[in-house]
C-alpha cells in the first residue's frame, strides 16, 4: 500500500470549511483513498473514498488530483462534533477476504467555537 | 442495525496477569478483525478472520496473544500473560465483503500495571 503525508494537525473555526490535506506520491493506478475518522473515545468511522474522480457524501468530500498523488477532504460547514483524528489511507480496494488497511498517525482537527 | 458490540470497555490488571476481551460484530459480517491502538497512534492490525478461519496474524505476539472465532461469528481476543506495553485500546471491526467499509466497535481500554 503506498505511504500516505498529512499534517498533524489543523484548527478549523466552526461553520467554516474544514480541508484536510492528505500527499500519497507513490500512489499506484488500482489504489483507492480511503478517509476515516476517529472521535475521542471511539473507534475509528468511515467517511469516503475514492479512485480518481471526486466524490460527495452526506458527510464529505473528497478532491483528488488529477495526477492522484494528493487528495483533499472537505467538511463543508464544520461543527464541534467534527472534531477528532483523520486518517487519510490508501490501498487497493478489492473487497476480497484479504482486504485490510494500514493506519498511520493521522490529523487532529480541532473545531473550535 | 446494531453496531460492533466490545466488552468490557475498561480492564484493569497487574503484568503477568490473563485478560479477555469479546467482540460480537454487525449480523452477517463475515470479515473481523482485531487491531491494538498505543496512545498517540493509529490502530495497528493484530488478527483478521475470515468467517471462522485466520486471514492474516502476522503481526500478533502469539507468544502472548491468541484470539479465535468459533462459529464465525463472535470474537474473544486474549492475553497471557500481559505485559506493561499491552496497555493500549484493543479495537475491533466488521465487514461485509465485498464492500470494503469497516465497522469500528467502540474498543476496551487495557491498563496494565
Known amino acids: 500500500d503506498a505511504k500516505t503525508t498529512q499534517p498533524p494537525s489543523m484548527d478549523c473555526a466552526e461553520g467554516r470549511a474544514a480541508n484536510l490535506p492528505c500527499n500519497h506520491s507513490?500512489?499506484?493506478?488500482?489504489?483507492?483513498v480511503y478517509w476515516y475518522r476517529q472521535i475521542h473515545s471511539q473507534g475509528p468511522q468511515y467517511i469516503i473514498h475514492?479512485?480518481?474522480n471526486n466524490e460527495t457524501n452526506e458527510m464529505a468530500s473528497l478532491i483528488i488530483t488529477e495526477d492522484r498523488k494528493s487528495s483533499t477532504l472537505i467538511l463543508p460547514h464544520a461543527t464541534l462534533r467534527d472534531t477528532a483524528v483523520y486518517y487519510c489511507?490508501?490501498?487497493?480496494?478489492?473487497?476480497?477476504?484479504?482486504?485490510?488497511?494500514?493506519f498511520g498517525k493521522g490529523t487532529l482537527l480541532t473545531v473550535n467555537p | 442495525e446494531a453496531g460492533v458490540a466490545q466488552s468490557p470497555r475498561y480492564k484493569i490488571i497487574e503484568k503477568r496477569q490473563s485478560v479477555a476481551f469479546w467482540c460480537n460484530p454487525i449480523?452477517?459480517?463475515?470479515?473481523l478483525y482485531w487491531y491494538q491502538q498505543i496512545l498517540g497512534q493509529g490502530p495497528k492490525l493484530l488478527i483478521q478472520?475470515?468467517?471462522?478461519?485466520?486471514?492474516?496474524d502476522s503481526q500478533l505476539p502469539k507468544d502472548r496473544f491468541s484470539a479465535e472465532r468459533l462459529k464465525g461469528v463472535d470474537s474473544t481476543l486474549k492475553i497471557q500473560p500481559a505485559k506493561l506495553e499491552d496497555s493500549a485500546v484493543y479495537l475491533c471491526?466488521?465487514?461485509?465483503?465485498?464492500?470494503?467499509?469497516?465497522?469500528f466497535g467502540p474498543g476496551t481500554r487495557l491498563t496494565v500495571l
Open positions: 471491526a466488521s465487514r461485509f465483503p465485498p464492500t470494503d467499509t469497516q465497522y
Open positions: 475514492g479512485l480518481k
Open positions: 507513490t500512489i499506484s493506478g488500482n489504489e483507492y
Open positions: 489511507i490508501v490501498r487497493v480496494g478489492s473487497g476480497g477476504s484479504n482486504y485490510k488497511l494500514t
Open positions: 449480523s452477517g459480517h463475515a470479515t
Open positions: 478472520f475470515q468467517n471462522n478461519g485466520v486471514v492474516d
